[in-house]
């Protein structure tokens, strides 16, 4: 099945790709780079991506750690008759002075709390009004 994949990137791993998007961003100065195509499949998968980057620098505030670039990518597939969702799966890297054990305890934090992947995993309805 065909991958519909997602990056955003922050800080250090802002991408320098003459076709990413950039837009402001609320915790870091020089915004956000977006790479993905215009479709719902990938406009699905970047609002999981993101708000797990915007959750990594809130958390990272909250439990204070420096965090000097992050890059989240998210990709899944659909049937392709049936327009079923295979899931979503996401990586992040981080540029961080913080330990291994502090950024694991961030990426654990993140992955409980981000709203967007929680709303996803308990599932929802969508109707025209």
């Known amino acids: 099945m065909k991958q519909f994949a997602v990056v955003v990137g922050a800080g250090s791993f802002r991408s320098d ?42 958390e990272a505030g909250d439990l204070g750690i420096c965090i000097h670039g992050v890059r989240v990518s998210a990709q899944g597939a659909f049937d392709p008759q049936t327009w079923t969702s295979s899931g979503i799966t996401y990586q992040v890297e981080l540029n961080s002075p913080a330990s291994a054990e502090e950024l694991a305890v961030l990426l654990d934090r993140v992955d409980e709390v981000a709203e967007i992947p929680r709303a996803l995993r308990e599932g929802t309805t969508v109707r025209r009004t």
């Not at 956000?32 to 980057?53: K, Q």
Request: with cysteine; charged share 20%; net charge negative.
């Open 17 to 58: 790709d003459a076709g990413a998007i950039r837009f402001p961003h609320r915790w870091t100065a020089e915004g956000v780079t977006i790479e993905a195509d215009f479709t719902g499949a990938h406009l699905l998968h970047l609002a999981a991506a993101g708000c797990v980057l915007n959750d990594i620098y809130r």
